[in-house]
C-alpha cells in the first residue's frame, strides 16, 4: 500500500524522527513523488540542506520528476546553507516549465530563498514579475531587506503592501518590528502597536507581544516595553528574558534584577540568555554576591559547557566588578576561549588601570595562537597608555597597519593617537592623526587631551579653532573638559570663560560637575570669586556641595569672607554634618583675625557632630 508508506514516512518525518522516515522510505517498493516529497519536507523541517539536496539528485537519478512541492522543498533547503547557485538552477527550471505565474506558493518561496541568501535585487525581481503577491511573499521580501540591514527599504516595502490593500498579519509586524529596532523609529513602532491593538492580536500572539516588547526596549522606551509587557496573556520565558535584556541593555541594572526576581516568582525558569543577561545587570551594579549566586545557578545546570557567551559574560562581570582573581578563574576553566574571551578579560585588566597584568594576558592569547581583532588591539593600546609602553604600543600600531586596520576603524585609530600622546610620543600621535582620511571629535579630542598633557595650550586652543572651522565636527562634553582642564592650569581665564559660554550656549551642551569645579578652580586661581559664586546660582546641578567646598578652599587664599560665608551656609543647608566645610570656614576666620567667629564654627561643628 503506497498510501500507507508514503504516510508513514510523513509521519516519521513531522515527528522529529528522520532518520526512521529514511529507513521505512528505502523499503518502499514504489518510491513516487509523494514518497520522495515527504522525505525531502521531513529533512527541510529538520534543518537537514545538504540531505535535502542529495534526495532531490537522487529523485532525478531514478527518474522521478520534481513538482511544484519538491521546488519548494529544495528552495527551502537553498535558503538554510545559503545555497545560492543551486536556488538560482530551480529559478530558470520553474520559469521553463511555466509554474512561477501559477503558483503562487511557489513564486513566493522563490522570493524567500533569494531574500535569506542575500541576493536582495533578484529577491525584488521575482516578487515584481508575481502575478499575485500573497502576503507570504510580500513578508518574505521584507524580512529579506530586514535581515540585511536594509531598514528603509523594509519600511517602504510595508507601506507599499498596505497601500495595495494587503494587511500585514503577526509574522509581517514582527519583522518590520525588527526593522524599526535598527532604525530607531519609535514613531512607527507606535502606529504598528496601534494597528495590532486593534486587531486585538496582542492577546493572540504572544511571539508579536514580545517583539513589541523588545523593539520598544531598544528604542529606549522603557515604560511602553513593560507596559506591553504586563498585557501578554502567557508570558513564557522568551518574554521574560526580552524584558530583562531591555533593562541591562539601558543600564537600568535595579529595574533588570527586580524583572528577574518577579520571573522567578511566577514559576518561569530562566535559560542561559536570561543568566546572561542577569549578570550583565550585576556587571552594572558590581553587584557581586548576586552574579556568585548566578554562576552556582549555571553550573548547576551545566550551561557553562555548552555556551560561549555565557561563559565570557561571567568572566565580565567579575572583571567589572573588580573581582579580577575569579574572572581569571572563570575563564581558565571554559571550554572555548576564543578571541571574545580573551578580550572581555583584558578589557577587565584595563578598566581597573591594570596595564601589566592585560599584556601578560595578551601575550598568553597570542601564544594560545588566538587571532586579536581590532576590539584586542584597542584594548592593549589602551593598557600601553596606563603603563607607558611605548616600545609595545608601536608594536601594535605596526600590526594594526598590516591588517589595513587604521582607516577602518576610527574607535582603534583614536586609541592609537591617545596612546601615543599618554606615553609622550606627540609627533607619533599628530603623525597618525594627519594620516586618517577623516576625523570626528573623538581623533580631535584624543589628539589635544595629548597637548594638553605637555600643557601645549596654545596648541589645544589651536587644534579646537581648526575643529570648529568647518561648522561640521561639533566638540562634546569630554572636549570641553580637556579644554577647561587646559586654560584652568595655564591660568586662561578669558579663553576659559568664552569656552565654557559657548558650551552652553553655542553648542547646547550641558556642563557636568567636572566642567563647573574646573571654572570655578580657574576663578579661584585668578581671585575671580565673585564669577564662581555667579556660576553656581546659574547652573542646575543637583551636586552642589562639591561645587561649595570648591569656592571655600578659593576664599581661603584670598581671604574673601563674604563669599566664603556664602558658600559655607549653602553647604550646611544640603549636609549640615559635612565636616569639610566647617573646617575650611574656621580657617577663612581664622586666618582673617575673626577668633570669635571660627569659635563660633568650631562649635557649631561639634553640636551638628560634623567629624
Known sequence: NSVLGNTLVDAYAKCGAPGKAREVFEQLPIRNIVSWNALMSGYVEHGLGNETFECFKKMREEGTSPDSITYMCVLKACSIIGALEVGEDIDNEVRRQGLLQKDVILGGALVDMYAKCGALKKAQEVFDQLSVRSIVSWTSLIAGYTQRGCSDEALKCFKKMKDDGISPDAITYVCILKACCSLGSLEVVEAIDNEVRSQGLLQREIVLGTALVDTYS???????????????????????????????????????????????????????????????????????????????????????????????????????????????????????????????????????????????????????????????????????????????????????????????????????????????????????????????????????????????????????????????????????????????????????????????????????????????????????????????????????LHLYLSILGACYKWLDVNIGRWAFDQSVQLDKTCAAAYICMENIYAAAGMETEANKIELSRVENQAW
Not at 274 to 294: F, H, R, S
Not at 295 to 314: I, S
Not at 492 to 502: A, K, N, Y
Request: with cysteine; net charge negative; aromatic share 8%.
Open 218 to 544: 531598544k528604542c529606549g522606551a522603557m515604560g511602553k516595553a513593560r507596559e506591553i509587557f504586563e498585557q501578554i496573556p502567557l508570558r513564557n520565558v522568551v518574554s521574560w528574558t526580552v524584558l530583562v535584556a531591555g533593562y541591562s541593555h539601558q543600564r537600568f541594572g535595579n529595574e533588570a534584577l527586580k524583572c528577574f526576581k518577579e520571573m522567578q516568582a511566577e514559576g518561569v525558569t530562566p535559560n542561559s540568555v536570561t543568566y546572561t543577561c542577569v549578570l550583565k545587570a550585576c556587571g552594572i551594579l558590581g553587584c557581586l554576591e548576586i552574579g556568585e549566586d548566578i554562576e552556582a545557578l549555571v553550573k548547576k545546570q551545566g550551561l557553562l559547557q555548552d555556551n560561549v557567551v555565557l561563559g565570557y559574560t561571567l568572566v565580565a562581570m567579575y572583571a567589572k566588578c573588580g573581582a579580577l582573581q575569579k574572572a581569571q578563574e572563570v575563564f581558565e576553566k571554559l571550554p572555548i576561549r576564543d578571541t571574545v574571551s580573551w578580550n572581555v578579560l583584558i578589557a577587565g585588566y584595563v578598566e581597573h588601570g591594570l596595564g601589566d597584568e592585560a599584556l601578560k594576558c595578551f601575550e598568553r592569547m597570542q601564544d594560545a595562537w588566538i587571532s586579536p581583532d581590532a576590539i584586542t588591539y584597542i584594548c592593549i593600546l589602551k593598557a600601553c597608555g596606563i603603563v607607558g609602553s611605548l616600545e609595545i604600543g608601536e608594536g601594535i600600531d605596526a600590526l594594526v597597519r598590516d591588517k589595513g586596520l587604521l582607516h577602518q576603524d576610527i574607535v582603534l585609530s583614536t586609541t592609537l593617537i591617545d596612546m601615543y600622546a599618554k606615553c609622550g610620543a606627540l609627533d607619533k600621535a599628530q603623525e597618525v592623526f594627519d594620516e586618517l582620511p577623516t576625523h570626528n571629535v573623538m581623533s580631535w579630542t584624543a589628539l589635544m587631551k595629548g597637548y594638553a598633557q605637555l600643557g601645549q595650550a596654545n596648541m589645544v586652543l589651536s587644534l579646537f579653532r581648526k575643529m570648529t572651522a568647518d561648522g561640521i565636527t561639533k566638540p562634546d562634553l569630554i572636549t570641553f573638559l580637556v579644554l577647561l582642564t587646559v586654560c584652568n592650569h595655564a591660568g586662561l581665564l578669558d579663553e576659559g570663560e568664552i569656552l565654557f559660554h559657548d558650551m552652553c550656549s553655542v553648542y547646547c551642551l550641558t556642563p557636568t560637575i567636572e566642567h563647573c569645579t574646573c571654572m570655578i578652580d580657574l576663578f579661584g586661581r585668578e581671585g575671580r570669586l565673585d564669577k564662581a559664586k555667579v556660576l553656581i546660582d546659574d547652573v542646575p546641578l543637583l551636586d552642589h
